[in-house]
Nanobody, 126 residues
């Protein structure tokens, strides 16, 4: 079955950086778009960034555009989220996700994704 395992979260001061990783297994990684969502306490899960199956297309939430970069290395079955200039409002559990359909267009809604990792906590102190 499909498994997604996130790592790289932690505590960082405002203005700092973190890089999240998500290792995927269970199917041909390079056929599927990947995305990151996040969920802060008391809030709904929200879209952060997505990358196409080929890696040539990316899409970001306005709140992270210019600060976060999503990338993937298909040979390593891994997707990354480089987070720079972190702010306290970036504090959340970050989830790696992928959909069941291969070679699809980039999607940004929670319900459009089928597989989820367990999440990794990112805490940004002011």
């Amino acid at each position: 079955q499909v498994q997604l395992v996130e790592s790289g979260g932690g505590l960082v001061q405002a203005g700092g950086s973190l890089r999240l990783s998500c290792a995927a297994s269970g199917r041909t990684f390079s056929n599927y778009d990947m995305a990151w969502f996040r969920q802060a306490p008391g809030k709904e899960r929200e879209f952060v960034a997505a990358i196409s199956w080929s890696g040539t297309g990316t899409y970001y939430a306005d709140s992270v555009k210019g600060r976060f970069t999503i990338s993937r290395v298909n040979a390593k079955n891994t997707v990354y989220l480089q987070m720079n200039s972190l702010r306290p409002e970036d504090t959340a559990v970050y989830y790696c996700t992928s959909e069941a359909r291969p070679f699809g267009p980039i999607r940004v809604k929670v319900y459009e994704y089928d597989y989820w990792g367990q999440g990794t906590q990112v805490t940004v102190s002011s």
